[in-house]
């Protein structure tokens, strides 16, 4: 790809010949296919005939007749026309090598944009439902009953928590927890399982103690199981409208229309990537013969030092 490169540089000549053409031809066509198949036509040799009069001997025309003699009846100079291409390049592999190009970056851009949009489209929908009012609602009476819940359940355990005997429980429950620690890390790791399960089970055992203070507590107080019932069903309430939400996203005609885009994008991208690799191997094939084609002439190519050596193209 880097040798094909180099060879693009010859476009300007042939282009500056191509313009050179075009100057005295018709408007092209507004269309961008009007450079395909366009020849060029030589105008008849009227000016060396013009020259004969004129001393056109020295452009290749008869010689003038000396003043005062009549010239014998001279033949007329036949009119030919020639139809020769402007050039052999292979502009219109190339011009499609450009265009592909074009357009894949076209799809890439709109691909992009199409993902843009999607994402953009359920961030305001999830915009739109975190900011609407009975969501906000629903969600501020959640953390009401859980905030009422707390502090009623802190106030309920009040009087355990002053009890010596819920307190030695947690007392013990700690230091047999950092002692199993302590003994862990002198042993590294290798402990006997006897002495670990029998000091896991005194812990858990202090910590069901205290556990059951704290729930012979909470049963006994009616407030609490209140407030419980409003928390859960303030928090199923908020529960059922994300799911709700959720469903409706899938349903959501906005944004199944943006997944369309994206899914339209997607196909178009991929098009336009094989069309640029098959235009590429065109261009490639059809400059690479060009080049070949010429390769004597020492007009194939931009001299270089080295990669093509004298004659432009080389072997």
């Known amino acids: 790809m880097t040798r094909l490169f180099s060879r693009l540089l010859t476009v300007p000549v042939f282009a500056g010949v191509t313009c050179a053409a075009f100057a005295f031809a018709d408007a092209p066509p507004d269309t961008q296919e009007w450079f395909r198949g366009q020849n060029q036509t030589i105008a008849p040799n009227h000016g060396a005939a013009n020259l004969a009069g004129q001393g056109g001997a020295d452009f290749g025309g008869p010689a003038a007749p000396p003043p005062g003699l009549q010239p014998r009846q001279q033949p007329q100079p036949q009119v030919q026309v020639h139809r020769l291409s402007v050039s052999d390049f292979p502009d219109d592999q190339v011009h499609d090598w450009v265009v592909a190009n074009a357009r894949y970056a076209y799809s890439r851009a709109m691909f992009h944009r199409a993902e843009r949009e999607l994402d953009m489209s359920v961030r305001n929908a ?82 069901n103690d205290a556990h059951a203070m704290e729930s012979e507590a909470l049963d006994k107080d009616d407030a609490l199981k209140d407030l419980r019932r409003k928390m859960v069903a303030a928090n199923a309430k908020v529960t059922e409208m994300r ?71 080389g072997y």
């Open 126 to 207: 999830q915009r739109d439902f975190e900011q609407s009012k009975e969501f906000a609602d629903a969600v501020a009476a959640e953390r009401q009953a859980i905030d009422a819940f707390n502090a009623q359940r802190n106030k309920s355990l009040e009087s355990v928590v002053k009890d010596p005997k819920y307190q030695a429980s947690i007392q013990l429950r700690d230091e047999v927890g950092m002692k199993l620690k302590r003994l862990q890390a002198v042993n590294k790791g290798q402990l006997p399982k006897e002495t670990v399960l029998a000091m896991a089970s005194l812990k858990l055992q202090y910590a």
């Open 243 to 313: 799911v709700g939400f959720d469903n409706s996203i899938r349903n959501n005609p906005q944004i199944l229309q943006a997944r369309r885009n994206v899914e339209d994008s997607r196909v178009a991208l991929i098009t336009a990537e094989a069309y640029l690799n098959g235009a590429a191997v065109a261009g490639f094939l059809a400059t690479d013969y060009s080049l070949y084609r010429h390769r004597w002439e020492g007009l194939a190519a931009p001299q270089f030092t080295n990669g093509w050596g004298q004659w432009g193209f």
